[in-house]
Structures are given as C-alpha cells and as structure tokens.
C-alpha cells in the first residue's frame, strides 16, 4: 500500500510538474529535442544511389551535437549506423539549435572503409522533421541535413 502511495505521489508531481512547465512556455520550445539518424560509411554519410555492393552502415561512430563550437552531446551509432540523442528543452532553445547547432561525426571515415578519407569529420546541419506528442510531452524531432567533410 505504501508502495502504491508513493508511486500515486510520485505521478501527480510530474503531472503537475509538466502542467506548470507548459503554461510557462509554448508547446515547441518546452519541447523535448530529439535529433537521430543513420550514417552510412560513404563521403556523404549517406547511401550510395546504384552501388555495384549496398553502402554499409557506418557502425560504433561518435556522434556529437556541437553548438557554437562545444560539444554539448555524444552518443555512438549502432551496428545499423543509426543514433539518437536527446537535449533537453530547458537548456536549449530550438531556434538556437537549429541556427547554431550541427551534427558532427567524430570518427575519421577511414575506419568504416580504408579506401576513404582518414583525416576529415562529417559535419552536417540540422532540420526540423516534425514534431510528436506522447501523452504530455511534446517532442520535436530534428534530423541531420546533408553531410559533408570537413577537415580536421
């Protein structure tokens, strides 16, 4: 019963908790921002279109969330190449993200594939891709645009 109490308590804090957050801001920028994709190991990160073999995914590369030059989060793709990573709306503006804020593959190209650049990062911009709504919470999802290298 106890048990039951608490977790009774518990839901009534975050309902409250997110009911107040959302009368203090509009629905996209108390938003939780979820940027995901998938890299591929080619020099766009993408697939490539008429490969004589499939573009392999580019697997266990670091991905980073850069804004105004500082990493402010990493996560590293799966074995599909694919990556997710949440920021959280109280610390991020999205206009500020999507002005100043870039997706950046740390992991040098030449370690999915040795036949491609070893010194230069993909980098690439983010887009908005819609927005999703789980119960209470507004999430707004943004995705990578085109890649391109950069050298380091």
Do not use: Y
């Amino acid at each position: 019963m106890a048990m039951k109490s608490i977790v009774l308590v518990s839901l009534l804090v975050v309902v409250f908790a997110s009911s107040q957050a959302e009368a203090q801001v509009p629905s996209v920028s108390g938003s939780l921002i979820n940027i995901n994709g998938t890299i591929f190991c080619s020099l766009n990160g993408n697939i490539v279109p008429n490969a004589v073999t499939p573009t392999p995914a580019f697997a266990n590369a670091l991905v980073q969330v850069t804004c105004g030059g500082n990493v402010v989060a990493s996560t590293i793709t799966n074995a599909a190449g694919i990556f997710n990573i949440f920021l959280n709306p109280l610390q991020f503006l999205l206009s500020s993200v999507l002005s100043s804020c870039q997706v950046v593959v740390a992991t040098p190209l030449a370690s999915c594939n040795a036949s491609l650049p070893a010194d230069g990062l993909l980098q690439a911009r983010l887009q908005l891709a819609g927005t999703t709504v789980l119960g209470l919470l507004n999430v707004v999802n943004l995705v990578p645009a085109l890649f391109q290298i950069i050298q380091v």
